[in-house]
């Protein structure tokens, strides 16, 4: 039992640097893809925000209505179809304008209407102006009222901008993190190195050698992954109780259990690529090159 407490220990006080400095860095990591998630969340809810109105023409039959707008429902491109009718756009248009058309006109000059948002893979000004082209086809169908091209176009290109500069921070965030990852690995494994030297001495292969300190890295990074993980879900969870923005409500938890897998995975591999590399450099060096 004092054997394995003390290896215990040692394992502990070995690898506490290590698993320190790995939990910080992941903790970043997992804040750049929290952000990159929010952001994606975001922006499809901004391109599912674009509607079109599909105005039909007078004297169509109800049953023609409701046709198109099934059809409209699974064609893939839309969302939340729904159908107006000519008191519903009379309402809506004496709640914006104030003016009540039936009153001046005698009658209902109004329209049926189908709207439905459209879907965000979907939002972009070509593809909508060929939806728009395929309603405005239909024989009952007067006219297709969409957003201007060109406020499509300039959303998608400030989402794109704002794309690029996320990916390049979590591309800057990924190489800074392997150095440092690296780097504090390096410094575990060179208290190891006259362990390493000798075993190579007694004939031990390079596999064999670089197994255990490979699987003990492995460990520390998956520990890390966890503790980060852990650390970001308590964050999640209290945010809104802090007083801060409500971090869930943005990332989701679904999505966030992916972060934490990912997190755990990007730990051990980091590690594991870490240690290979500096176990290599103290197999390839002489003993004296040991000191240096």
Not at 24 to 43: C, H, N, Y
Not at 64 to 92: F, W
Not at 192 to 207: S, W, Y
């Amino acid at each position: 039992m004092k054997t394995n407490k003390e290896v215990k220990i040692s394992y502990w006080a070995h690898h506490l640097t290590t698993l320190i400095s790995v939990t910080l860095v992941l903790v970043l990591m997992g804040i750049i893809s929290m952000i990159w998630i929010s952001a994606d969340r975001e922006t499809r809810r901004l391109r599912e925000r674009i509607e079109l109105s599909v105005i039909m023409r007078d004297s169509v039959p109800e049953e023609t209505v409701r046709t198109l707008a099934g059809e409209i429902g699974k064609s893939g491109y839309a969302r939340d179809v729904r159908i107006i009718t000519k008191e519903e756009a009379l309402k809506n248009w004496a709640a914006d304008t104030g003016e009540d058309l039936q009153e001046l006109f005698g009658v209902n000059p109004l329209s049926e209407e189908i709207t439905f948002g459209v879907v965000a893979d979907y939002a972009s000004a070509s593809r909508i102006a060929s939806i728009k082209r395929k309603l405005e086809g239909n024989a009952a169908v007067e006219t297709v009222s969409a957003p201007d091209a060109a406020m499509i176009d300039s959303m998608n290109r400030n989402i794109s901008r704002m794309t690029v500069v996320l990916g390049a921070v979590a591309g800057i965030m990924l190489l800074i993190s392997f150095v440092l990852i690296n780097n504090t690995v390096h410094l575990t494994i060179y208290s190891r190195r006259f362990t390493i030297h000798t075993m190579k001495l007694v004939g031990a292969t390079p596999g064999f050698i670089r197994r255990p300190v490979i699987l003990d890295n492995m460990l520390a990074g998956a520990l890390a992954g966890v503790a980060s993980s852990a650390f970001l879900a308590a964050v999640m969870a209290f945010s809104a109780e802090a007083g801060l923005p409500d971090i869930a409500s943005y990332v989701g938890w679904e999505a966030f259990g992916i972060v934490c897998a990912a997190l755990v995975v990007a730990g051990m591999l980091l590690c594991c690529i870490a240690s290979w590399i500096a176990a290599g450099i103290y197999l390839r060096k002489d003993y004296d090159q040991l000191f240096r």
